[in-house]
């Protein structure tokens, strides 16, 4: 669940819609770290007793059409899906999450170089986001 439901905190804004199929473009990745991996403040996680709950997010994305407003509905879309996920009624102040762009040109998979241009006839995004992505890369 919590899978799927970090992949759809980014997959619609980017997009601009659900769509399930654009789910095969996302990757979620797990990385945990053993309390005395981790420290806040200069104390280690294990020394701070139980129940520290810290989790750092790195959403990276394709450049495109990412206007600060977006970035912030990711953000707050990635933070609401992990309290639900958790069972929790709002975001651990603990829970960090950074939003990444990489620059056009600069994202490589499969032996080649990606680029979020050769999606936009895909049908994958709405036309309005496919509209706003060519312009914004057009500058």
Known sequence: MLAETLTDA???PEVGRFAPAARAGFQVHF??????????GGRLLADAGPGA????????????DWPGEVRAEVIERVLAALA?????????PAWWVTFRVIEEGSWGSRGGVLSVLSLLDS????????????AALSD
Not at 53 to 64: A, F, K, Q
Request: proline letters at 7%.
């Open 10 to 12: 980014v997959l619609v």
């Open 31 to 40: 990385t945990e770290r053993e309390p005395d991996m981790t420290a806040i």
């Open 53 to 64: 709950d810290v989790m750092v997010i790195d959403v990276t994305v394709m450049d495109g």
């Open 84 to 92: 639900e996920a958790c069972g929790l009624p709002e975001p651990s």
């Open 123 to 134: 049908g994958v995004f709405s036309a309005g986001k496919a509209e706003a992505i060519r």
